[in-house]
Every structure is written in C-alpha cells, then in structure tokens.
C-alpha cells in the first residue's frame, strides 16, 4: 500500500488513492526538480507547497458550517452511541415574554435554562446521565430562538419537561394568559431514536444547512463583544480532550473582534501559504508529514485555486505542487494568477506541524 494512504480523510476521497508526489507534479503540470535529503535510514522532501483557501470557520457561513458540521457529527456519533436510549425535545419561547428575540436568547442563556430543566428530569427519573446536546434553531416569522435537545434517556414524561421549562417564566411577566405557555412549548419533535448514528445525523442537519431566509441580522451582528453558538452540550460531554484542544486553539488564533457578518465577509478573500515536510523511514516504510504555514498570500481563493490543476477532487479548496524553493513557489503561484502575489501575514517563527487530514481539508 502507498504510504499517503494512511491518511485518508471523509471529506478527501477524491484525492485519497493518489499519492502526493503526483498530485504535486500534477498541480503545475510541471516537470519538478526532486530535492531529497537523505539522512541515516529516513529520506525527506521539501520541495513540495501547498496553497488552500482560508476560510473563517465560522458556523454562521455558507460554506464553513458544511465542513464544521461534518467535522462535529464525526465527533457526535460515538458519544451518542453510549448513551442508554435518545429522546429529542424541542424547547422553545413564547415570543410574548420578551420584548426581542435577542432578549430572549440572553436570558436563557444567563439563567442556564437548558441546563436547569436537565438537572430536574435527572432528579425526577427520567435521564440515565444528565449529558445533552443542544443545536439552536430560529423561528422563521418571530427569529425566536429554540432549543432541539438531545438526551440520554428512553422516556421522559411531557408533563414533567412542560412543568420544569416553565420554571423559567421571568419573575416580572406576570400571570399566565389563557392559550399561552407559561414559558415555551415542548415538542416530542422525532421518535425515540433506536439509531444513535441517526439521532446525530437527525440533530446536526440544522448546523450543515443555512436556513434558506439565512440568519436574523440581531444573530450575524453579534460574535464582537459575545459569542452566540448554534449548538451546545453539557459540561464534560465532549470528554476532557475537548477543553485542552480549546486552549490549544486559544495560542494558536486569537479570536479577532469582528461580529460574524464581518468574519463571513472575509472568508476566501485570501489564500494560506503551506510547505509540506514528507518524511519517509526507508526501512519501514512509515511517513510522517509536516505542515508549514507560510503566510497569507493577498489573493482571493476563487482567483487562484481553480487555476491550479487537481487530478482528484477539483472542487475542494486546496492544492498542492512542486516548486524549488520558497521563492521559485511564490513566482509559480504569480505567474499563473497573473498578478505579482505578496504576503500579507507571516509567523515570525515558523513552527512545522503535523499535518492533521481532518482538519486540512477544511480549509
Ligand atoms: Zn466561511
């Protein structure tokens, strides 16, 4: 089996059987110089780069929450597979309480209401553990927000649920009108899920599709001074590994102050400058590739991408090829844009990094 087999990823299979030497010669469809380095029993490449659009990873955008979404019912799967029975409630809030539906989202988030009504259902019975996993929705006519709630548990009494999510009932609202909820409805919203691989695909299909009126604009303004999450879990759900990659991610990118209309704005409007350090064990066969970021090259992803050739899977958004150095890539890249490319944003020290294939192909 070639070694680039070995990493293979869902979103990648067009490319996946290729080995990347050829993709790379492929790219340019020029002939490469083959800088080797050999060194005790590994031999090394580094003359192959790789240019791929940079996205904004924002759950709010067309194109990243595809990726994102994908990535998150991978993660979503196994965890709902240990669970003992799944039931999705459908929480949502009675418009006439509140005065916005903004007003709405930060006072359910601020009195933790999921939360609280999950700690109830635990105490009465009805959960097996008190994990939940949550995706936010928006009311098409009001832009109310509601909640479809995903839990460990094989039954749970609507009365309790309606009893509990009342609760919640602001203190200043007064009484309960006739015909209203005294805080929202709940909805049985799917059957009991014998599938847990169905119930994550069922819950994640809000987060891969916009919704076709797109997101209220109280929504896309916000993410500058607070972050709203399409989707959300209890505490510990994701495993401890979750929280430590969070403060890996913190280092890495710090999160700029833009609102999510801005972030959105900006994706693709420039393109991630990589070098690929494939090393090979002569003796056993075993590959290890490294990933360099270069820089940012000031260039849209749409003016440069398609026009370097992909045997495998045209459509993704990243390419590799063969070039002899840095600067012999960067003209590479000039002459087939036709437009002098500078870049706009470098590491001052560049670090190599394993090259994650889940991740790569989300750029
Ligand atoms: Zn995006």
């Given at each position: ?209 916009t919704p076709k009126e797109g997101f209220p604009e109280w929504v896309l303004d916000m993410g500058k001074e607070r972050r709203i999450r399409r989707y959300s879990a209890s505490r510990g759900f994701w495993g401890e590994t979750s929280s430590k990659s969070n403060n890996d991610n913190k280092d890495k990118r710090k999160n700029q102050q833009k609102s999510y209309r801005e972030r959105i704005n900006g994706c693709g409007q420039t393109v991630n400058f990589f070098q690929l350090l ?86």
């Open positions: 089996m070639p070694p680039f087999e070995a990493k293979r990823s869902y979103r990648d299979r067009g490319t996946a059987n290729i080995p990347l030497r050829q993709q790379a010669e492929a790219g340019m469809k020029a002939k490469p110089s083959y800088l080797l380095e050999y060194l005790h029993n590994t031999v090394t490449e580094n003359n192959i780069y790789e240019v791929a659009k940079c996205n904004c990873r924002c759950w709010f955008c067309p194109d990243c929450c595809i990726t994102e979404g994908y990535k998150l019912r991978a993660r979503l799967i196994p965890i709902l597979k240990t669970f003992k029975g799944l039931i999705m409630e459908t929480l949502t809030v009675d418009p006439e309480l509140f005065s916005n539906p903004k007003d709405a989202y930060l006072y359910v988030m601020e009195n933790r209401c999921v939360s609280v009504t999950t700690q109830d259902l635990y105490r009465w019975g009805y959960l097996a553990t008190r994990r939940y996993f949550y995706v936010i929705e928006w009311q098409k006519d009001t832009q109310m927000p509601h909640f479809h709630v995903l839990y460990d548990s094989k039954y749970i009494s609507w009365n309790a649920i309606l009893y509990s999510w009342g609760k919640h009932r602001p203190k200043d609202a007064g009484e309960v009108k006739e015909n209203r909820p005294r805080f929202g409805t709940v909805l049985h919203s799917a059957p009991n899920f014998k599938d847990p691989a169905y119930a994550g695909r069922y819950a994640t299909k809000y987060l891969i599709k494939v090393t090979t064990d002569i003796k056993t066969g075993e590959v290890e590739q490294n990933r360099k970021w270069l820089g940012q090259l000031d260039i849209q992803s749409k003016n440069l991408i398609p026009k370097i050739n992909d045997n495998g899977n045209p459509k993704r958004n990243r390419r590799i090829f063969c070039a002899e150095n840095f600067n012999a890539a960067l003209t590479q890249l000039s002459t087939i844009s036709q437009k002098k490319l500078g870049i706009i944003r470098k590491y001052k020290t560049f670090h190599w990094r394993e090259v994650d294939e889940q991740k790569a192909t989300n750029y």
